[in-house]
């Protein structure tokens, strides 16, 4: 899905490398709090990825999409 998304120009290219750098690591620490709570309950770990995934969809509506990409994406791989 990363892959097929918006060509990227030469103008936005940083701004994009930040984004992943920051989606990647966000998706990641969800990820890894959601295998820790994973261990207390389930329920909770369910609440807390429904949380993320929320804030996902916020962030899509703003000028992030990519990053809200990049989170959903490294979550569902955790």
């Not at 890894?32 to 916020?58: D, K, Q, T």
Request: aromatic share 10%; charged share 10%.
């Amino acid at each position: 899905m990363v892959v097929i998304g918006p060509i990227s120009f030469w103008g936005n290219v940083l701004q994009r490398a930040l984004q992943r750098i920051a989606g990647t690591v966000f998706g990641a620490a969800s990820g890894l709090i959601a295998l820790r709570l994973e261990l207390i309950s389930l329920p909770v770990m369910l609440v807390w990825c429904g949380l993320v995934m929320f804030f996902c969809g916020y962030l899509t509506l703003g000028k992030r999409p990519y990053m809200a990409l990049l989170i959903g994406i490294t979550l569902a791989k955790r």
